[in-house]
């Protein structure tokens, strides 16, 4: 699914993913360990999940096999997202979701 990478997604894409996380938190399993998606008045969300549910959001493209770092990062950077290295995470996440 490499060639979804490419497809452009928009901030409101993103806005669509924050909204989400914020109602319904993030599943344990998509929390991050590096890297956090400071928005919101300071809120960390894990990047991967923030782009995985953008990208669903969009089209309902599903990502599954895609690298955290760079490749997760440097898209949501691009839209003018800030994305740091956390030592919190995952304790910091906006919501971590019970399963
Ligand atoms: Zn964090």
């Known amino acids: 699914m490499e060639e979804n990478l ?3 997604i928009a901030r409101h894409d993103v806005e669509k993913a924050l909204d989400e996380i914020d109602r319904d938190g993030v599943p344990r399993k998509y929390c991050s360990r590096l890297y956090c998606v400071v928005a919101r ?3 960390h969300y894990p990047p991967k999940q923030v782009l995985r549910l953008a990208y669903r959001s969009r089209d309902g493209s599903i990502l ?6 760079k490749q997760t990062n440097t898209p ?3 839209l003018g997202y800030t994305v740091e290295r956390c030592v919190k995470a995952p304790q910091c996440h906006a ?3 019970v399963e």
């Open 6 to 8: 490419m497809l452009p």
């Open 76 to 78: 949501l950077q691009l």
């Open 95 to 97: 919501g971590i979701a």
């Open 41 to 43: 008045h300071g809120r």
């Open 64 to 69: 599954t096999d895609f690298r955290g770092g």
